[in-house]
């Protein structure tokens, strides 16, 4: 599977915003749903937000109302819109794509820092 590959993580201050950007480009396959997963220092990988071809959408609970996923089917884009973000947010941050073919593939990661 082709992996996605994501962009616009780094360093903000608590309270700020950051806008991840995750993009799949010359797969076979077509796209069922895709999502954002975080992985903090010393913890397992946990999902943030998932949304389907259809636009469906789910969210972690400590994030719900701050943060909002969106998807550009046309693109094989999806983004993930993160405001007033605080410290216990800093991890990398994965972007996940499940094919309609039952694979799916991981993008390598981009780190977000919320310091203090």
């Known amino acids: 599977q082709v992996q996605p590959v994501e962009s616009g993580g780094g360093l903000v201050q608590a309270g700020g915003s950051l806008r991840l950007s995750c993009a799949v480009s010359g797969s076979r396959f077509s796209i069922a749903a895709m999502g954002w997963y975080r992985q903090a220092l010393g913890k397992q990988r946990e999902l943030v937000a998932h949304?389907?071809?259809?636009?469906?959408?789910n969210y972690a609970d400590s994030v719900k109302g701050r943060f909002t996923i969106s998807r550009d089917n046309a693109r094989n884009t999806v983004y993930l819109q993160m405001n007033s973000l605080k410290p216990e947010d800093t991890a990398v941050y994965y972007c996940?794509?499940?094919?309609?073919?039952?694979?799916?593939?991981w993008g390598k990661g981009t780190l977000v820092t919320v310091s203090s």
């Open positions: 996940h794509v499940a094919y309609t073919s039952g694979g799916n593939s």
């Open positions: 949304i389907t071809s259809g636009g469906s959408t």
